[in-house]
C-alpha cells in the first residue's frame, strides 16, 4: 500500500537559481518541478495553487501551453477562430484585425501569462502618446493626438480576446480587470437622445426616400444595415401595422416588430415611390456598384438614383422612370 501524501505540493530552493521551484504530482502521479521565475514567496505560492487548481480541473496541460504562448499568437488564433463570420459579422472581423496590429505591436512578443494590469497601462499610456498616422500613395501624413476613445476600444478588444483565453484555461483571471484607464473618457457608452424638433431639421435637409428611412430606424429602431436595409416587400404587414425580421445581429431581434402611425405612412411612402414593382422595400443597384467616395454624398450616381451613407450602409433610391 503507497504511502500517504502529506501535502499536494512544495516549494524548495536551489543552490544554483535565486527563483524559487515547485514540486507537485499531476494527475498521472508523476513528479513535476517547475521554476516559478519569481523570487517572492506569495507570488511562488500563487502559481503553486493555480498548478494545483489546473490540476483539479483537467486544465493543466493548457495553462502550460498558454505559458509558452506570445500575445501575437493568441491574436492570430483569435482573429481566426473567434472573430470572423459567423461567429461575427464581416465589419466585426475587420475592425478587430485594425486593432491588432495595434496591439501586436505594442504586446506581441510578450508571453500570454506574463501579461499584467501594469504591462497594459503602460501600453494604453504610450498608444495615447502616440499620433494618427494616414499612409498615403506618396507619403505618410501626421495629424494629432490619437483619441481617447479610439485607444479605449482597442482596449475593449484586448479585454475580449484575454477573456476568450480565461475561457479556453489559457489564463487563470484576466488582467485587464485590474486595469484603470489612464484617462477620462468623455461621452462614452452616453447616447444622445434625439428630440422631434432635431428630426424635424434632418428631414427638411433630406430626400423623400431619406425622410422615410430616417422616421422608421426612429420609430421602431431597426439596423440599418443588417434588418433594414435587405427587408423585403412581403415582410411589410401595413394593414396590421406589423413587420417580419428574418435575420438579426442577435437571436432575439428574429421577431415581428410592431409599427406605430408613423412608420406605417413611411413603409407607405416608399413602397409607392418606385414606378415598378420590386421586391426589396430599399432597392441597390445590380449594375454597378456605387464607389466608396460616392456613397458618402447625395447626389447623381452612376446607378441613376439616389444614395445615402447612414451607419455604415447604404441605401439607394431607385431612378424615376421618364413620363
Keep these: ?34 521554476s516559478t521565475n519569481t523570487d517572492d514567496w506569495d507570488e511562488a505560492q500563487r502559481r503553486l495553487r493555480e498548478r494545483l487548481q489546473a490540476r483539479d480541473s483537467n ?26 463570420p459567423p461567429i461575427r459579422a464581416a465589419k466585426t472581423h475587420l475592425s478587430y484585425s485594425r486593432v491588432a496590429k495595434h496591439l501586436d505591436a505594442g504586446l506581441g512578443e510578450c508571453l500570454l501569462v506574463n501579461l499584467t494590469a501594469e504591462t497594459i497601462e503602460t ?28 485607444v479605449h476600444q482597442e482596449f475593449r478588444v484586448l479585454r475580449r ?36 424638433p432635431e428630426q424635424e431639421t434632418i428631414e427638411r ?11 422608421i430606424v426612429v420609430e421602431t429602431g431597426l439596423r440599418v444595415y ?24 442577435t437571436e432575439s431581434g428574429v421577431a415581428e416588430v410592431p409599427l406605430t402611425e408613423i412608420a406605417v405612412e413611411a413603409f407607405r411612402n416608399q413602397r409607392s415611390r418606385p414606378p415598378v414593382p420590386l421586391r426589396s422595400c430599399f432597392p441597390t443597384p445590380t449594375t454597378q456598384p456605387a ?12 446607378c441613376g438614383g439616389l444614395a445615402c451613407r447612414i451607419s455604415g450602409s447604404t441605401i439607394f433610391d431607385p431612378p424615376m422612370q421618364p413620363g
Design 291 to 302: 464607389t466608396r467616395p460616392a456613397s458618402r454624398r447625395s447626389g447623381p450616381q452612376p
Design 123 to 150: 501600453f494604453l499610456r504610450r498608444r495615447l502618446e502616440q499620433r494618427v498616422v494616414i499612409v498615403r500613395s506618396t507619403e505618410k501624413v501626421v495629424k494629432g493626438l490619437i483619441k481617447p476613445s479610439t
Design 59 to 84: 486544465t493543466l496541460p493548457l495553462l502550460r501551453k498558454g505559458e509558452q504562448l506570445k500575445f501575437a499568437q493568441w491574436s492570430e488564433y483569435f482573429l481566426e477562430a473567434f472573430a470572423k
Design 1 to 34: 500500500m503507497a504511502r500517504p501524501r502529506k501535502n499536494d505540493g512544495r516549494l524548495f530552493r536551489k543552490e544554483e537559481s535565486k527563483f524559487w521551484w515547485m514540486d507537485y504530482r499531476d494527475r498521472e502521479g508523476k513528479r513535476q518541478r517547475e
Design 205 to 215: 435637409a433630406a430626400p423623400q426616400y431619406l425622410r422615410n428611412v430616417i422616421r
Design 226 to 249: 443588417k434588418e433594414l436595409a435587405p427587408m423585403k416587400k412581403q415582410a411589410v404587414d401595413l394593414d396590421n401595422a406589423m413587420i417580419w425580421i428574418p435575420d438579426s445581429k
Design 161 to 196: 480576446m484575454l477573456n476568450v483565453a480565461v475561457h479556453k484555461r489559457m489564463l487563470m483571471a484576466n488582467p485587464c480587470s485590474g486595469v484603470e484607464f489612464p484617462v477620462r473618457v468623455k461621452g462614452l457608452f452616453r447616447p444622445h437622445y434625439m428630440k422631434w
